[in-house]
T-cell receptor, first 114, second 111 residues
Framework: NAGVTQTPKFQVLKTGQSMTLQCAQD?????MYWYRQDPGMGLRLIYY???????DKGEVPNGYNVSRLNKREFSLRLESAAPSQTSVYFC?????????????FGEGSRLTVL | GQQLNQSPQSMFIQEGEDVSMNCTSS?????WLWYKQDPGEGPVLLIA?????ELTSNGRLTAQFGITRKDSFLNISASIPSDVGIYFC???????????FGTGTRLTIIP
């Protein structure tokens, strides 16, 4: 049982390049989330999708876009990468948006922007 | 926005010692959670607390939901090498389903 799968696990970009982080969950969860983790900052919510067909901004959405492709998949896109977006990105899912306490996380995607 | 202050930021202990960490909020939460992140992995839920004053155990881990609803505590007894990692508190408040995470406590065990 894979749970939450993220790709790629590592990526190096130059400033201005674009890329998409992919996330898929096999637990039939309704809600999915993208977080970034920076030293001393904890986990900060970028975007979330409470249910298939909906997406909303989180705490730090600037510079990102998301797509909830179907119930399983939720992608995060950086249109023009900046050094400030160097971070570890985590995708997560939960059974429902009202039960966000029990989040299941992927292994993370480490992104470096030069 | 809401802020969670987690302390200490880091701990260096010897195997077998007990560990205590806490989390305080500027606002009231109706749910407190504790997650652990192993090196190179995503966070995993350890304990969930849903009621003020609640004390819940999971093996050697014990967590408490503060009576004021603005704080929570996590204790680890008789630490072992696999306890190494980052521990995050997280809170959820009424009317805001999104979780707020603390800044984390990094636990290191000295040989």
């Amino acid at each position: 049982n894979a749970g939450v799968t993220q790709t790629p696990k590592f990526q190096v970009l130059k400033t201005g390049q674009s890329m998409t982080l992919q996330c898929a969950q096999d637990m039939n969860h309704n809600s999915m989330y993208w977080y970034r983790q920076d030293p001393g900052m904890g986990l900060r919510l970028i975007y979330y999708s409470a249910s298939e067909g909906t997406t909303d901004k989180g705490e730090v959405p600037n510079g990102y876009n998301v797509s909830r492709l179907n119930k399983r998949e939720f992608s995060l896109r950086l249109e023009s990468a900046a050094p400030s977006q160097t971070s570890v990105y985590f995708c997560a899912s939960s059974e429902s948006f009202l039960n966000t306490g029990e989040l299941f996380f992927g292994e993370g995607s480490r992104l470096t922007v030069l | 926005g809401q802020q969670l202050n987690q302390s200490p930021q880091s701990m260096f202990i010897q195997e077998g010692e007990d560990v205590s960490m806490n989390c305080t909020s500027s606002s009231i939460f109706n749910t407190w959670l504790w997650y652990k992140q192993d090196p190179g992995e995503g966070p995993v839920l350890l304990i969930a607390l849903y009621k003020a004053g609640e004390l819940t155990s999971n093996g050697r881990l014990t967590a408490q939901f503060g009576i004021t609803r603005k704080d929570s505590f996590l204790n680890i007894s008789a630490s072992i090498p696999s306890d190494v990692g980052i521990y995050f508190c997280a809170g959820q408040s009424f009317g805001n389903e999104k979780l707020t995470f603390g800044t984390g406590t990094r636990l290191t065990i000295i040989p």
